[in-house]
């Protein structure tokens, strides 16, 4: 096995300082062995606290807000290049803390540097308007930062997660206060030193790590923070929305999915193949916007089956730092919390009366891995059709007509994303229209980039990220009327 010595222990980051946390420490395993990797600095509700007040002094310093908007952007902009330039140094801290290949490390590098560059872009393009009110007044409006943004970021994505919260927020002149994931938070250290490089003023990013009913829950409900966003689960979800509901705080939610591809008839097979392979296997199917479900026509359901099976059982799966480059491979689940949770849902979809045409278990084998896993003969009454499993596990239900396969792929309480495979136009435009879903995917999954929006419709969330319509998140309106003397 490849070895790569990191750091033994890792600081949070509060007022442009590296501290210890008031709780102590945390391990940090390494999910690729199951042997503990690092220790992490564990913040208590009163490094929250200082966090915070750090956050609002710089705030309401104004350093950010008074900048020529192009001088922030250029800030924004140096983050990302400064990733960029240690991405060989980040991604190995990355793959060790969370399990994912190398080469899916370095892809999430470059993907939170892309929302570095995209945002600092946009940082001099947000402008008021003029509102005509007769003769006698000159009215505009400007936008202005809400203030303290609190960022509750999840494990899956932890770089660029928060790429996406604070690239925006600092664009858009607000301060930030990061709560990093207590799975894997060692690689946001690399967010602090870029910030540094980049000329960041003290107090404008904070990043500490805390468990989340304690920092995290203190985040949420300070009364000091001004703007929240959070990914992760529902219930969480709710707990931090009702947290900040008391202080009359905004949230943005982005809470999961269960989304759906519908395979037609005259669908590219070919093609669809190819996408399951980056839609339900990238990041061993810990995704919020997976494709979970493959909701199959029912004369092409064999050929589909048999070849799902086949990308499936060819996928090299084992510890992330050995799989450096793209191909057929898979790296470890998050924790063996995350793995026990999928591999019970596969169970008990047996159960139900579901088949693992392929995969369902834990691999006999150090880490956290599962099995690739085809799960057929499901049907949307089961469990394992409604709830996230997040792990590489795909469900395949059968339709029989159009209308049957758009009312399936919107029969959860989610509405992350959905995507149709069809070669006929009016065949796509129809389920884009009908599914309840923030993002459609025509004949790719994935499709887009941190230029669309993306966010849901039911329990998957409200508010947008990516895409231009993020920054509103991010801003508040300002009226300005003014009066002119009648001379
Ligand atoms: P979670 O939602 O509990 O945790 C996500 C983040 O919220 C972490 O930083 C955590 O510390 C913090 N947190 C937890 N409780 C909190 C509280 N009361 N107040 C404030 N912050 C709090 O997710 P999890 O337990 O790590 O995973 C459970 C399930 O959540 C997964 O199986 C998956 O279905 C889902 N999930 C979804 C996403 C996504 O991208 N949508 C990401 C992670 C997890």
């Known amino acids: 096995m490849m070895t790569t010595e990191i750091k033994a222990f890792w600081q949070n980051y509060i007022n442009g300082e590296f501290v210890d946390g008031g709780a102590g420490r945390l391990d940090v395993d390494n999910p690729g062995t199951g042997e503990k990797l690092a220790e992490q600095a564990l913040a208590d509700a009163r490094d929250v606290d200082t966090a915070v007040a750090a956050a609002r002094a710089c705030h309401e310093s104004n350093v950010l807000f008074d900048m020529r908007p192009v001088e922030r952007g250029r800030i924004v902009r140096k983050i990302g290049d400064y990733l960029l330039d240690h991405v060989h140094e980040i991604a190995p801290v990355l ?16 993907g939170a540097a892309r929302y570095f560059e995209y945002y600092g872009n946009q940082a001099e393009t947000l402008e008021g308007r003029s509102i005509p009110l007769g003769a006698g007044y000159f009215d505009f409006t400007t936008y202005e930062p809400y203030g303290v943004s609190g960022q509750i970021i999840p494990w899956n994505f932890p770089l660029e997660m928060t790429a996406r919260g ?3 927020a600092l664009a858009t002149a607000n301060t930030c206060v990061v709560k990093t994931p207590e799975i894997d938070p060692l690689s946001l250290y690399y967010f602090c030193k870029a910030a540094e490089y980049a000329g960041l003023p003290p107090g404008a990013l904070n990043i500490l790590c805390g468990e989340g009913t304690v920092a995290g829950a203190a985040l949420s409900s300070h009364s000091d923070v001004n703007q929240i966003v959070f990914t992760g689960s529902v219930p969480t979800g709710v707990a931090i929305a009702s947290a900040a509901a008391k202080n009359v705080v905004p949230c943005v939610l982005e809470l999961g999915g269960k989304s759906a591809a519908i395979v037609h008839d005259d669908a590219d097979i070919d093609n669809f193949i190819k996408n399951v392979r980056m839609g339900i296997f990238f990041n061993a199917g810990q995704v919020c916007s997976a494709m979970s479900r493959a909701i199959v026509h029912q004369s092409v359901n064999d050929e589909v089956v ?5 990308v499936a059982q060819n996928l090299s799966v084992g510890p992330g730092i050995e799989r450096t480059e793209f191909g057929p491979n898979m790296g470890a689940m998050v924790s063996e919390k995350q793995c026990d949770r999928a591999e019970k849902i596969c169970a008990a979809a047996e159960r139900e009366g579901a088949k693992a045409a392929t995969g369902g278990r834990k691999m006999n084998q150090p880490g956290y891995f599962l099995e690739p896993t085809i799960m057929t003969s499901v049907t949307q009454d089961m469990e394992i059709a409604n709830e996230e499993v997040f792990g590489p596990v795909i469900s395949v239900i059968n339709f029989i007509d159009d209308d049957e396969a758009i009312r399936l792929s919107n029969a959860t309480s989610y509405g992350l994303v959905g995507g149709v495979f069809t070669r006929d136009l009016d065949r796509a435009t129809k389920v884009a229209r009908e599914m309840r879903a923030g993002q459609i995917f025509v004949n790719e999954w994935y499709g887009g980039g941190v230029e669309t929006p993306f966010g849901g419709y039911g329990k998957s969330g409200y508010g947008r990220e990516k895409g231009r319509e993020a ?3 991010y801003v508040q309106t300002k009226n300005v009327a003014i009066k002119l003397s009648d001379r």
């Open 306 to 310: 048999e070849r799902l099976v086949d």
């Open 166 to 168: 604070i690239a925006a």
């Open 95 to 110: 793959t060790l803390e969370s399990g994912k290949p190398l080469w899916e490390a370095r892809k999430e590098i470059e």
């Open 471 to 473: 920054l509103m998140n």
